[in-house]
């Protein structure tokens, strides 16, 4: 049976002969001169009087008389086109291994629409930060790179990413593109009142557990999210134990307790006030989670401690935790730990009490910025502008079952993906959209990545050894990140 080449394939094909297909985008046409003489008739009409043959009568006759010839000389001339010059766009994205192949794979259909312009694509997993560092100071920042929604504010006051207000305001689909983003994300993409990335994809937390033990413990499905003191209540009925002894914990949050921003959905009166620029953190209710928190996991053993967990051991997947918290892009792993005789799905984190119409999540996403030492900085965001189309995030976001498109259009496609596809689970997929419609923003500051570097160290005596209440040690942390935040005061 004769294969036909779809729309893609095409363009694959066509874009491994990339020198070939460069040159002929390349070529212009010869000069090409057109004389032409046209023949221009005049005519006249003219009235005569003639004697109608064998009769005295006399009429009038109208007769058409040709009185002029005119030449018209039409030049038609063809002009050189010169040829478009190739530029050159260095693209660096940095994530996890497997995802190179998937931007390598459309960069082909970029090379087919820009033949003018060469991509040098890297992909890297090594430290981001240190990497970025470095070629801020030599000046050889990425001309595209990927960066976090989260580290916006800090790369632009840095001077590491460019503006790309201007391009966006030149950009007929202006307000198609920006109408299509997460509102819960837009903020996380500007510096002061412009963009500065372009998202790929944005990251929900949900409640992941294993169906029969929850069922197993007389537990239902929610209707809707729980209330704060119905989720501790939830963790404690999932815990287990025979003879004394610990056969499965309640719920681990593991390295979103204390690391990334993620760990701060749990200061639910808030943590940083970003437009004054203060530090919030030492508050009653903030102190009560905390509290809460460190009683599961030293008092009832609802959460296991860092010295319970066996080494290379993981909890989930071997039946020794019935819960714990899952981001969108957890899918394939899950999926594979969990192996095909093992079943999970998610459910809402609860509604903050604080404040009742949002959940106490906290989510942010990553997309492209535009380095400021682009040498051309229209092809790169003519290269920004194609990854945030829905096509391109549909290849690198839902086939790949990768965080929640950055696109609101996509999101059917990724859902539909990942209940046709596989395990088909999580069963309650739409949790991860739903929970961005209700979470909180990270704390958009350009001081994000020293509050992230210190949270740890300063929460610790709290959630990592239990050895001071959270209302003995929030005081003076609110103190030491006041003065992180006023370093960044503009």
């Known amino acids: 049976m004769e294969k036909r080449l779809n729309r893609r394939d095409f363009l694959r094909l066509a874009a491994t002969a990339g020198l070939g297909m460069a040159a002929l985008a390349g070529c212009a046409p010869k ?76 960069l082909p259909d970029f090379a087919y629409e820009y033949p003018h312009i060469r991509i040098e694509y890297t992909h890297t997993t090594a430290n ?57 994300q837009k903020p996380q993409c500007m510096y002061k009142g412009e963009y500065y990335i372009i998202p790929e994809n944005i990251s929900s937390i949900a409640f992941r557990f294993r169906p029969e033990f929850f069922y197993e413990a007389g537990l239902e499905y929610p209707k809707e999210p729980w209330s704060l003191d119905e989720w501790w209540e939830v963790m404690r009925a999932l815990y287990k134990e025979e003879g004394g002894k610990v056969v499965r914990w309640g719920f681990d949050p593991g390295w979103m307790l204390t690391a990334s921003g993620f760990a701060w959905m749990f200061l639910i009166a808030g943590f940083i006030d970003t437009e004054n620029n203060k530090c919030i953190i030492d508050q009653p209710e903030n102190a009560e989670v905390l509290n809460k928190l460190q009683d599961l996991k030293f008092k009832e053993g609802v959460i296991p401690r860092t010295e319970d967990i066996p080494e290379g051991v993981n909890l989930f997947a071997s039946d020794m935790m019935a819960s714990n918290l899952a981001g969108v892009w957890e899918v394939p792993s899950t999926r594979e730990q969990l192996g095909p005789d093992k079943h999970w799905d998610i459910a809402w984190l609860p509604w903050n009490p604080v404040d009742p119409e949002k959940n106490i999540g906290i989510c942010y996403g990553a997309g492209y910025a535009l380095g400021v030492d682009a040498k051309d900085p229209e092809a790169a965001w003519t290269l920004c502008r194609f990854l945030s189309r829905p096509e391109m995030q549909t290849v690198f976001i839902v086939e790949d079952m990768w965080a929640l498109p950055g696109r609101k259009s996509v999101t059917k496609a990724w859902a539909d993906y990942i209940l046709t596809h596989g395990s088909q689970e999580p069963e309650h997929v739409w949790v991860w959209p739903d929970l961005l419609e209700t979470g909180r923003t990270v704390p958009i500051t350009a001081a994000e990545k020293e509050l992230e570097d210190m949270y740890p160290g300063l929460i610790g005596p709290v959630l990592t050894t239990g050895e001071k209440r959270a209302e003995e040690v929030l005081p003076e942390m609110q103190k030491e990140i006041q003065k992180i935040l006023d370093k960044y005061a503009d």
Do not use: C
């Not at 006249?44 to 058409?64: F, H, M, R, S």
């Not at 470095?134 to 632009?156: C, E, I, L, N």
């Open 31 to 106: 000069v090409v001169e057109k004389v032409v003489e046209v023949t221009k008739v005049v005519k006249e009409v003219v009235k005569e009087t003639v004697i109608v043959a064998g009769t005295p009568q006399v009429v009038e006759k109208e007769v058409t008389k040709i009185v002029k010839v005119e030449k018209v000389v039409t030049k038609i001339v063809e002009k050189e086109v010169a040829p478009k010059e190739q530029v050159v766009v260095r693209f660096i994205t940095n994530d996890i291994a497997w995802r190179e192949h998937r931007y390598r794979q459309i």
């Open 128 to 184: 981001w930060e240190v990497m970025l560092t470095t070629w801020a100071a030599a000046g050889t920042m990425p001309d595209v790179f990927y960066s976090r929604t989260q580290k916006t504010s800090s790369r632009a006051r840095l001077g590491w990413i460019r503006s790309l207000q201007p391009y966006l305001d030149a950009d007929p689909g202006k307000d198609e593109l920006l109408e299509d983003l997460w509102p819960i």
